[in-house]
């Protein structure tokens, strides 16, 4: 029985957050330089988390996530400092969202908080950004494929540049470029004010950052990355007119855990070359289910079945073909 056709979007590299899905990602987190704290200071900021994401069923055509602070530790130029787990996750509390297949965020339930200080590349509202959905896929990606895109954090957009890197294995290298440009006005404190008129300093700050991220495309998530930023700001005094300059490095170093409940979208160990000799095979198969689908059709010729059987389970996979439409065969329904 083939079940029901169904037309479903094509994308080569894709996440894959479904149901049961259940991942753990160690991330490490520094901001080195000048920091808006106490009054500001030179020094270290080093963050260690763990952070749990679960799939869930999809919404109207996107994925959904949610994901959860597990572990949380913090020091300041290398002395601990006295925050823990309960008063991280109410500045950033567990927080679910929908995406599309690229990682383009279409909705997240983070509330729309505003931290004391700015630092940069930090944003309650964005925290999937910068840990588990660091960058957004390219629709057919091809060798040495650029894109561009941009997302908002603290009211400034960050804009992006990827480039297709090497395949290793399952890994899939993206080549990461990023810039932000704001203005700050800040109390006596550095505290963001809204209004001049409330405010001992005007900054403007623009960050420039680079790294790479690994993607899995057997898990459908990202297995590593790293970002390193650094943002210059230029500091004037609004009541003496004195200007300073301001410089903070923000490293990213984040990676999945393994043998932390991570769910496979693979269908066996060696799913890797099988998914590899499938796509090879598989392109008469592939050729017959577009077809399918531009015509409406809603099941397909016998002589097709023993094309399509030896691939059948992995047809809810995106297969790395350009253009066109994609089916995908659902054979818990009968036709």
Known sequence: MFGVVVAIPLFALAYGFGPGTKLTYDANVTFEGFLPLMGGNEGKVDVKMAVAVAGAEPVEGYLKSTSEIKEFDVSFNDAKLPLDLSNVTELFPKTTITLAPTGRIATTDAPDKKLPVRLP??????????????????????????????????????????????????????????????????????????????????????MNGEGWVDFDTVRGAVSQFE???????????????????????????????????????????????WWRNAVETGKNALAWLKTASYFGLQSLPKNVEALIGPFRQALGRWFPVTGGTVVQVRPDVAP
Do not use: M
């Open 121 to 206: 590349g930090l944003d309650v509202k964005h925290f999937p950004d910068v840990t588990y959905v660091p960058i957004e896929l390219p629709s057919h990606p091809e060798a040495g494929v650029k894109w561009t895109f941009a997302r908002e954090f603290g009211s400034a957009p960050i804009d992006y540049e990827c480039e297709l890197g090497e395949k290793t294995g399952d890994l899939q290298r993206v080549k990461v470029k990023l810039k932000q440009s704001y203005r700050d006005f800040e109390s006596k404190a550095l505290e963001t004010v809204k209004e001049e008129s409330d405010a001992e300093w005007d900054v403007t700050t623009t």
């Open 227 to 273: 970002i390193k930023n650094t943002a210059i700001g230029q500091a004037k005094n609004l009541k003496t007119g004195k200007t300073s300059e301001r410089k903070l490095v923000t490293k990213y170093v984040i990676k999945l855990r393994e043998g932390a409940g991570v769910v496979r979208k693979s269908v066996s160990p060696n799913s890797a070359e």
